[in-house]
């Protein structure tokens, strides 16, 4: 298929088939031609990517029935990540953001890695932790080998809690007891470990704790405090790794060998030291929740998890690796907990978050757990990539300045010229704006 672009008369032309996420020029399409690829690329009718219109996405009645005390629909702009080839597939990337340069940086390291392989991912059964907190307790270690010996009464309990579930093929796993010794004494942590399938599965480790209680005070002899799911999910880790060819990495500037080496080192600097490591994984996340809200899943819950497991070894790490390989590559992993659903929740009643499904072709929350990793894993490849080699401003500024027009009332054509203006005025700023903004009007702000 080809298409012209609105900007010139170049043709884009999609390479291969029609399920080929690497689009060359894609950015230089009009809304409606990325549409249609898009579209093309899903396999879905046109008409069903209206309901990424404003006015076709959630409705005022469906947002009611989401939260309380609701007043309006708040949007965001939705962009596709291009180039992914994840476990040999071809993926398009929807992802919602405000921050300039996210879309394009995770499209530039896909099409890096693409053109080495692809992404690789393996991700862990959806098992989620439901924690019982157990107090007044006198002797708590003769309570959690109690609670140990009932594990088979306890897991049959959490199962006829949920019989759907089970029927699913999900269901409770596994029972495990911690004796915490805190300041107002010791108390236990009870896991229930529950395969969720599909689900993000907070309602339904929620459901089953709570019908645990009876059966937990009568065994312990104590009384049960907090039930409720645990963000640290770290049972359900997902895992992406990848090899970027070291030619493929250098610029005017730098060699590939040179280049493999500062992204090394940029990697280095992030596990010896939290701050920059914090920072190191806020871009990571710059991708995840992006796909996160796209798909209506909970990011709020994955972002927890994330930084908890960062921290896991009692030292805040960052999430990825990456190394020189023998040969001079350079290969890089993640991995971390993916609670991320393809069911319940806000994924199918949500109809823009529907149709993100639909784009990505996932049917199960496995799948994009996998696609999750893998965009955290090209999102940091992305700005490790501009930070260890020309710095971040200059891709980023051009985009920032873009929003700054906006934000001083640029409108149409403006926008871009005021942003041009900006970045040659060397001053991406609101006051500036409205300054430039006046002169391109030919009048005095
Ligand atoms: C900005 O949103 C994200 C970065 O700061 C990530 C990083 O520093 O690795 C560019």
């Known amino acids: 298929m080809t298409v012209e672009t609105p900007y010139n008369s170049a043709r884009v032309t999609l390479e291969d088939s029609l399920t080929n996420s690497r689009i060359a020029g894609f950015y230089q399409l009009n809304m409606d031609a990325k549409r249609a690829l898009v579209a093309d690329t899903a396999g879905i009718p046109l008409d069903d990517l209206a309901a990424y219109d404003p006015a076709q996405g959630l409705s005022l009645e469906q947002a009611e029935h989401m939260i309380e005390n609701v007043i309006g629909v708040y949007a965001l702009p939705i962009g596709m990540a291009m180039n992914f080839t994840i476990d040999g597939r071809d993926r398009l990337i929807p992802m919602v ?3 300039p340069s996210v879309v394009a940086g995770l499209s530039n390291a896909a ?6 392989g692809g992404f690789s991912t393996q991700v862990d ?3 989620m932790i439901g924690q019982i907190q157990i107090l007044d307790l006198p002797d708590p270690q003769a309570a959690r080998e109690r609670l140990l010996a009932a594990r088979e009464e306890l897991l049959a309990l959490a199962n006829q809690a949920d019989a759907v579930l089970v029927s699913l093929g999900g269901g409770a796993r596994d029972i495990e007891v911690r004796v915490l010794e805190t300041a107002i004494g010791a108390m236990l942590a009870l896991h229930l470990i529950l395969d969720v399938r599909d689900a993000m599965g907070a309602n339904a480790v929620n459901t089953a704790v709570e019908a645990l209680t009876p059966a937990v005070e009568r065994i312990s002899g104590g009384r049960v405090g907090l039930r409720i799911v645990s963000n640290l999910a770290d049972r359900r880790l997902a895992r992406a790794s990848c090899r970027v060819s070291a030619e493929l990495l250098a610029t005017s500037e730098f060699s ?4 493999v080496g500062r992204i090394v080192e940029a990697h280095t600097f992030a596990q ?6 914090a920072t190191h994984n806020k871009g990571i996340m710059n991708g995840i929740d992006a796909l996160m809200l796209a798909t209506g899943n909970d990011w709020r819950a994955v972002e927890a998890g994330a930084h908890a497991y960062a921290a896991h070894s009692g030292a805040y790490l960052p999430l990825t690796s990456w190394e020189i390989a023998p040969e001079g590559d350079l290969v890089g992993s993640i991995e971390l907990p993916m609670a ?11 109809p823009q978050a529907r149709l993100s499904l639909r784009i990505l072709q996932v049917e199960h929350a496995s799948e994009l757990a996998g696609i999750a990793a893998a965009v955290g894993l090209g999102q940091n490849l992305a700005a490790l990539r501009a930070l260890a080699m020309e710095g971040i401003q200059r891709g980023h500024m051009r985009l920032h300045a873009r929003q700054v027009a906006m934000a001083a009332g640029a409108q149409g054509d403006e926008i871009e010229q005021l942003a041009a203006a900006m970045i040659t005025a060397r001053t991406v700023r609101s006051d500036a704006a409205q300054v430039l903004l006046a002169e391109l009007r030919g009048c005095t702000p």
């Not at 590939?256 to 280049?259: F, I, K, R």
């Open 111 to 116: 099409r890096l890695v693409r053109d080495s």
């Open 340 to 350: 991320a659903a393809t069911f319940g929740g806000a994924t199918r009643s949500h």
């Open 125 to 127: 059964e959806p098992r």
């Open 256 to 259: 590939g060998e040179a280049a």
């Open 272 to 277: 010896a030291d939290p701050y920059r490591a």
């Open 97 to 99: 953001v405000e921050e």
